[in-house]
């Protein structure tokens, strides 16, 4: 089968069980996963029971599809996602994307667990994502499919700045503080030395990780508006002599900032 005709079984085998009427989709990252507990009314389906779908092997991540609602919005949510440094193809890590779009789902929320690289940002601070800068394999490398999208697709406003606005506007009414700045995207799964993130922060980074962009170079190939949000679990701008990244940290920073995430996008869902 090719991409198209997985996506579009897949596609067909979901809406069999979820029906129709999803106003967004969301895919959460390392540690973020609470957000999906929050959802009522919830059909959890694990991706072993997805047709097409790959396992996910990251910790951190349940490896389940969520649907129902949140608050007044019907949403399908990703409790983990697929990343290139498992193995997977990009085919692989953004076939639930294309999936989304066979869907008809016309909005996308990302969020991810992100070294903070800006002097400014602390362990627990969110950033909305408004930019990125790619360092991994692009999704879109190989024979373009029409039917998916275009050959050259715009990225001048990769992350929509109507949806940007909104979420801007709600963490002031919610007073949740909200940063804005530029994604970077590298393969991992190692974290960087100090020499990388210093010169992510040259070339323009705020936070870097290991996730996102190809998802949403598809999303955006496949004209699904996509909103951002990245939770600062490690400051990644100081090195003294007892520094060093740990994972299980990751995942618990990611579930204590959690809450806050949970609280805007529920906001955000209700108002797109």
């Known amino acids: 089968m090719t991409i198209i005709e997985k996506a579009k079984a897949t596609a067909a085998w979901l809406r069999a069980q979820t029906g129709d009427g999803i106003k967004a989709a969301i895919i959460l990252g390392s540690g973020l996963g609470d957000l999906a507990d929050e959802i009522e009314q919830a059909q959890r389906i694990p991706y072993t029971a997805i047709p ?10 349940k490896g ?6 949140l608050g007044k919005s019907k949403v399908l949510a990703m409790q983990g996602r697929f990343h290139f440094y498992e193995g997977y193809p990009m085919e692989t890590v953004t076939f639930p994307v294309r999936v989304f779009a066979f869907l008809g789902i016309k909005n996308l929320i990302v969020s991810n667990a992100a070294g903070g690289i800006n002097y400014d940002f602390r362990i627990g601070d969110l950033m909305i994502i408004d930019d990125h800068i790619n360092l991994m394999p692009n999704p879109l490398v190989g024979q373009n499919v029409e039917e998916l999208g275009p050959r050259f697709p715009d990225m001048t406003r990769a992350y929509d700045r109507r949806l940007i606005a909104l979420a801007e506007t709600i963490g002031g009414e919610m007073n949740i ?24 922060r040259i070339i323009g980074g705020d936070v870097c990780g290991m996730s996102t962009v190809p998802e949403v170079i598809v999303a955006r190939h496949a004209g699904i508006n996509v909103f951002g949000l990245s939770v600062v679990t490690n400051e990644a701008h100081h090195f003294d002599d007892d520094y060093k990244n740990d994972g299980e940290e990751v995942l618990r920073e990611g579930k204590k900032a959690g809450v806050r995430m949970t609280a805007l996008v529920r906001e955000l869902v209700g108002r797109i």
């Open 52 to 61: 097409n779908f790959p396992a996910s092997t990251a910790i951190g991540h």
């Open 64 to 69: 389940n599809l969520v649907c129902g609602m």
């Open 177 to 200: 503080p909200l940063h804005k700045g530029v994604y970077v995207g590298g393969t991992g799964p190692t974290f960087e030395t100090p020499a990388e993130y210093n010169y992510f």
